[in-house]
């Protein structure tokens, strides 16, 4: 009886990790956690062929090595594959949550921001409201004066992000409070996995955009290259 050939699956690298990475598809029961974003691994994926435990979302993957904030004028930030830092962990400068997987940062400013957080909307629209929220990069208040999540009635520090309605002086935490009408009768747990389906949304939109930007780029090309040869 012949013996089967092993596959030979294709492989592809990846600066965050040492060893080739190859093609994986992500089932919900699975309950792997992306070793970039470190939020629910789903839909198309990459793992390690060294089966080390590491996992990578594509659009983890894609992502781009600096980008210009709106959040951080100043200075681009960079992707960091880890912590720059002794303890091996960051404070998000958007949602105040620690992180120690990938991060965008500024080492001049010592400002990090999740992966996630660094492209949620800009605006959101909430059930219960009847005007889109605004995203703030500091909260709306005088110094000294302390500002309420207007869902959840915590407090939100003062250089943390928030989306505002300026009209109704409402505002909300960036990620679960923003877009969950029925927060308050939720589980901790529950909220939790909100917020991070919020930042796991805001990558996948983030991910179509740039697809959508590359497409755009392509056609405009082809199109020049056939002005081009029509002139000839």
């Not at 965008?104 to 409201?129: L, M, Q």
């Not at 000294?144 to 989306?163: A, P, Q, R």
Request: hydrophobic share 25%; net charge negative.
């Amino acid at each position: 009886m012949a013996s089967k050939k092993p596959v030979n699956r294709p492989s592809v690298r990846h600066p965050s990790h040492n060893h080739p990475l190859r093609v994986f598809k992500a089932q919900n029961e699975d309950e792997i956690i992306c070793s970039g974003c470190e939020l629910d691994l789903t839909g198309q994926a990459f793992k390690c062929t060294k089966d080390c435990d590491y996992f990578l979302h594509k659009l983890c993957f894609d992502l781009p090595c600096e980008i210009n904030h709106k959040s951080h004028p100043d200075h681009p930030i960079t992707l960091f594959y880890s912590p720059p830092y002794d303890h091996q962990s960051y404070e998000c400068d958007a949602c105040g949550e620690y992180g120690s997987g990938f991060t965008y940062n500024c080492s001049v400013c010592k400002y990090d921001v999740h992966v996630g957080c660094a492209f949620i909307p800009e605006t959101v629209d909430r059930e219960d409201h009847k005007h889109p929220l605004t995203l703030l990069y500091k909260i709306p208040c005088e110094d000294g004066k302390i500002y309420v999540c207007d869902v959840c009635e915590e407090e939100v520090s003062e250089n943390l992000w928030t989306y505002y309605c300026k009209e109704c002086d409402y505002g909300t935490h960036v990620h679960s409070c923003a877009l969950d009408e029925d927060y308050e009768e939720e589980e901790e747990e529950n909220r939790e996995s909100s917020s991070a389906a919020s930042r796991m949304k805001s990558l996948m939109k983030a991910q179509d955009e740039m697809a959508a930007m590359k497409l755009e780029s392509r056609m405009k090309k082809a199109a020049n290259n056939a002005i081009i040869y029509s002139i000839r």
